[in-house]
């Protein structure tokens, strides 16, 4: 693996992003290839679809990071992080649907529903939803990991991704659309809609790590930070960015009178929030030493990040 | 729990299937209520309205039986298997989208997309979906059933109900939709669709009941036999049945030119095929005594069933 940096620059970070990115790539690249998935062929072909079509892949670079953390060498459970990955997809896959925010484009490219039809669409997100537990559940990991450990990632997915977390905020996101809300409900809906499954891939990872009860609460701590960061300074992105840069259509949400934390604070007011919650981030892993160099640097990348 | 049966007779497998649908209807309608859920007040709604909508409860119902043929009382395990119901229950609301099989009406009411929007049905599927897995990773059951056991049924439930198992088989029927396919290819088609999470119902009650080896072969071969012959039940029903008995448009099936068994078989090849998977069935538990009563007389019920 990539030498655990000692100064944290941008440049060593960046090697650490496609490091993992690379990784994470390849393992995906091998999924429903296996013969018996051809019988399922044009379905198998719309989630391997969306699956690779890009993405920066922070979701398991979290995870990755925070085994790091706690001394573990990451790459072997590579396997284990897909299914962040996977669901990841599948939620975008079913937002992009006609019935939800209806976008055609995605990383510049046709989204799966205008390549493949709303049918295979929603049954694309369905059966890579599904295939998440199938992989965390495969006893050719038992040597790895034990079925508790893995037991509680089951868990821990289930419920960053499910009604109390991504699912549950994509409706309260939806139902907020056309009025202005209050930066409370906008934390707890953002806190769920992408929060969650960001605090659950560091959780993750510590899980799989092994993390003991007080490194655990500082990674804990860390991903909830993080998770806010990520949103506030997608949502900056969205004001400042343009098409060319980000491949779908800028200020969308603003067209939309949807509500984000730059709509609510301003420009100024979501920038200070931002690092703010970088800083708790920084602080919440400071005891962990150098191990901790690559969330470190993950949560800056989060905040300056361009596209 | 309800005797085992020893002259396993019409009345008693109805006493049967009526105690474990209590059962199963009284878990699942204590789901979602938790305060947390208050805060995704219109999403739980929409999931427990298709969840509380009725169903024979069959899956299961099929898992109990599994559970009593190899000895356990299957009454502390209903939790667990209430995810069989979860899953069931989001494909039905997918299904029944417009971009699906645009269906308006299931049991009698307005489907789930017709109350709630398309967008909030699509989500209350994937919510179901997942909650399905938080179910059998919560912590709760860790005296019931071990992580070992828990992990198993993770596997078996999302390979029953993914890829490879029921989302495949509804990729595989929308396919075929408009043009004749083989008695081989229906087979294959329905294996998945409805056999699969069939099949897995029983799987996982082995599983819970830690049978052994021998035992869970004979669960096996059964639960394949059962999950074909209750499709080809199904196809007859619909052709015979009327829209009143039914609770939806009987013979739709046949207006949208969908490959069925009787369409393939005739009705009389049908009722034969479905006669000899009973026989199939029957002999696979043959070994398994009078605990297998249950079993018996649920092969027989899903053949003989007007509904």
Redesign the interface.
């Known amino acids: 693996m990539v030498e655990l940096v000692k100064n944290n620059s941008g440049k060593e970070i960046e090697a650490f992003l496609d490091y993992g990115k690379a990784l994470v790539d390849s393992a995906l690249s091998s999924l ?1 290839l296996e013969p ?2 051809g ?2 062929g ?3 072909e719309s ?1 391997r679809y969306s699956l690779l079509a890009g993405g920066k892949r922070i979701r398991p670079i979290l995870s990755m990071a925070a085994l790091s953390s706690v001394g573990h060498d990451p790459e072997p459970y590579i396997p284990l992080l897909l299914p962040l990955e996977l669901i990841h997809t ?2 975008l896959i ?1 937002d992009d ?4 925010d209806n976008d055609d484009l995605r990383r510049g490219k046709p989204t799966n529903h205008v390549v493949f ?4 669409a ?2 694309a ?3 890579l ?6 992989i ?4 050719r990991y038992d040597e790895l990991s ?3 450990v ?3 990632v ?2 821990e ?3 960053g ?4 977390g991504m ?2 905020g ?3 996101d ?2 907020s659309e056309g009025r202005r809300i209050s930066l409370e409900d906008l934390e ?1 809906l953002h806190r769920h809609k992408t929060g969650a499954l960001i605090l659950s891939s560091v959780r993750i990872g510590a899980l799989l790590g092994e993390a003991g009860a007080s490194e655990f609460n500082s990674l804990d701590q860390y991903g909830e930070s993080v998770g806010v960061a990520f949103q506030i300074a997608d949502d900056l992105l969205d004001v400042e960015g343009d098409a060319a840069t980000l491949g779908k259509a800028a200020q969308k949400d603003n067209n939309h009178l949807k509500n984000t934390y730059p709509a609510l604070l301003g420009i100024d007011g979501a920038k200070k929030m931002a690092k703010e919650k970088l800083e708790a981030a920084l602080d919440a892993v400071s005891g962990l030493g150098e191990k901790a160099d690559h969330l470190r640097g993950i949560a800056r990348y989060i905040i300056e990040r361009r596209n």
């Open positions: 429903f018996w998935a019988r399922f044009r379905l198998s989630m599948y939620s079913h649907l006609p019935a939800m039809g709303d049918a295979t929603i049954l997100g369905d059966a939803l599904t295939y998440a537990f199938t965390l559940s495969d006893p034990s079925e508790k893995r037991l509680a089951v868990r997915l289930s419920h991704s499910g009604l109390a699912v549950g994509q409706m309260l939806m139902e707890f």
